[in-house]
């Protein structure tokens, strides 16, 4: 599995690639990369570290789990000879600062296809295509072939997010030739505040505001996690814990009775 792409600061440093440029919608959430192996398992990992089975934070693993559950295997050993030599890139949804719809909002979002056997990364039209071919949620694009010359960082603006009522948290520019930058809307809201005393408070009120009380404990950790890790961290609660494991089993135990 590949190490992920180089991504430009574009507002520290306003380059741009060459040619023709795809812009997508920067989504918030964890980095994100897999390959299929040739025995038919998945392999994921984060920015800088492989995920043994269970070592990824709760916050991604409902993007692990929809990618398990959606991905054509079929279809990609089709396609391709040597599977486990294509890395596929993409963004764990879950809370940084936009509250976004996390009901409609995709697990999992595809920005990057790396294909050696085809001189590396894909260009974004065929990295789309890709990941929608596949069964998964290809980031959307927010304009299309636009030429570099006709980019300015300093100018840039920020259009509605396809997932909530406010502008995107940034934008993603992708040539045709590996280049990747990206620029972050400098109006971005500040990250939730917290305001829980424990795990089992934060336990409560989220298991019982925000989630039907039915599935298991590690989908609840999942879905809680996905939707709240920035008020937790804040609160200095680690959705991985022991404690706040045990806090929501308590809670849906007692609300299944």
């Known amino acids: 599995m590949d190490s992920f792409p180089t991504c430009v600061d574009v507002a520290e440093n306003p380059a741009t690639g060459q040619g023709h440029h795809w812009l997508l919608e920067y989504v918030e959430g964890q980095l994100l990369r897999f390959t299929l192996q040739s025995d038919g398992r998945f392999v994921f990992g984060g920015k800088r570290r492989r995920y043994e089975d269970g070592s990824e934070p709760p916050a991604v693993s409902p993007a692990i789990e929809t990618i398990r559950s959606a991905f054509r295997r079929d279809a990609f050993r089709e396609a391709i000879g040597d599977p486990d030599s294509v890395t596929f890139y993409g963004v764990a949804t879950c809370q940084h600062r936009i509250d976004y719809d996390w009901d409609r909002l995709p697990a999992f979002l595809g920005y990057d296809v790396r294909v050696p056997a085809r001189g590396g990364l894909l260009a974004p039209e065929n990295a789309h295509a890709s990941f929608d071919r596949l069964g998964l949620s ?19 603006t920020f259009p509605d997010s396809n997932w909530a009522d406010r502008a995107v948290a940034g934008v993603v520019f992708a040539d045709k030739h590996g280049w990747r930058g990206r620029l972050l809307d400098p109006d971005r809201p500040p990250e939730p505040a917290a305001s829980f005393e424990s795990a089992e408070s934060a336990a409560e009120t989220l298991v019982s505001e925000q989630l039907p009380t039915q599935g298991s404990v590690e989908t609840t950790l999942g879905r809680l996690a996905r939707r709240h890790r920035a008020t937790l961290i804040d609160a200095g609660i680690d959705p991985s814990s022991p404690a706040f494991r045990s806090a929501v089993a308590e809670v849906l135990q007692r609300r299944s009775g």
Do not use: K, N
Request: aromatic share 0%; hydrophobic share 30%.
């Open 138 to 156: 290809p980031a959307p694009p927010l304009d299309r072939e636009v030429r570099a010359d006709a980019i300015d960082p300093g100018r840039e």
